[in-house]
């Protein structure tokens, strides 16, 4: 049971991840709408616990075999560490809007950096924060929606 809810969180994360992927191919903005991203800020303020490291590791295993040119873990370990920064910065400090868009803001440099290293930083810089005010938006809207009124 414990091996198929592993698989199961493991293919649904696999599943934003190319959701992600498709949706910033196939729109041509100047920012990015990053649904991955967003998911694994959510699990990394609400829901992390040892138990989701080893999907988020098969995620990111699966992302670089599939849809990277770097080194096999190099996206593996961009996931675990936004994880535990977005679990750090909220655990250590309020649970505030303004803590909420400077982890968005700090999670997608990280999230972003091979692409910051690869170009320069002027062609990715225009579109960054766009991203961060529409990433937030949809972040705290989601956070809003699920959460819990008992």
């Known amino acids: 049971m414990k091996v198929i809810r592993l698989i199961s969180i493991s293919t649904f994360l696999f ?17 990015g709408v990053y649904v991955f991203l967003i998911s694994l800020i959510y699990i990394g303020t609400e829901l992390f616990n040892q138990n989701l ?22 996206y593996t370990s961009i996931f675990l560490v936004l994880v535990v920064l977005s679990n750090f910065v909220v655990s250590r400090y309020s649970r505030s ?26 062609y990715w810089l225009t579109g ?8 937030s938006l949809i972040f705290v809207s989601l956070k809003r929606t699920l959460r819990k009124n008992v």
């Open 128 to 135: 960054y924060f766009t991203s961060i005010f529409v990433n």
């Open 15 to 31: 599943t934003l991840c190319l959701i992600e992927n498709y949706l910033n191919t196939f729109i041509s903005l100047d920012f």
């Open 53 to 74: 490291v080893i999907p988020i590791f098969l995620t990111g295993i699966l992302y670089d075999s599939f849809f990277s040119t770097y080194y096999l873990g190099l």
């Open 97 to 122: 809007n303004v803590i909420y868009i400077t982890t968005i803001s700090l999670c997608l440099l990280i999230y972003k950096i091979p692409i910051i290293l690869e170009f320069d930083l002027d």
